[in-house]
């Protein structure tokens, strides 16, 4: 009677105690189905998508500022990604922090801007 691999489910020659498809060691029959590997514990393999889209939108910000308005957008989508992953257990921590942090600086710049092209106005006037 064959064995089959519980990892890969290649038959196994008979006897044998390791697959020679995978490599992996089995023990035949009495070996357990692969454990489902529960949420709370599982290791963060996906990229939260807002935390990329945010530091997308925040690097853009650094070249069309638009007053602010970008930076603005992409510190939302950050901030929104940011407390989306750790609920979902998502990677993009780094990315959704650079694009906050990116995104409040473009902020920055957009109102100096403003602020600043006000006053060469006034001066003309
Ligand atoms: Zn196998």
Redesign the pocket.
């Known amino acids: 009677m064959s064995k089959f691999?519980?990892?890969?489910?290649?038959e196994l020659k008979d006897g044998g105690d390791i697959?020679?498809?995978?490599?992996?060691l089995?023990n035949g029959e009495s070996a357990p189905a692969s454990t489902t590997i529960t949420s709370d514990n599982a290791v963060a393999t996906k990229t939260n998508s807002l935390a990329v889209a945010g530091f997308i939108v925040s690097l853009c910000s650094l070249i069309i500022n638009f007053g602010g308005i970008v930076g603005a957008v992409g510190t939302i989508l950050s901030s929104i990604g940011l407390a989306k992953l750790k609920k979902n257990n998502e990677k993009g921590f780094g990315l959704a922090l650079t694009g906050i942090i990116v995104g409040a600086f473009s902020i920055i710049y957009g109102i100096w801007s403003i602020i600043n092209l006000v006053n060469t106005v006034n001066y003309y006037l």
Request: proline share 0%; glycine share 16%.
């Open positions: 691999c519980v990892n890969c489910g290649a697959c020679l498809k995978c490599g992996k089995v």
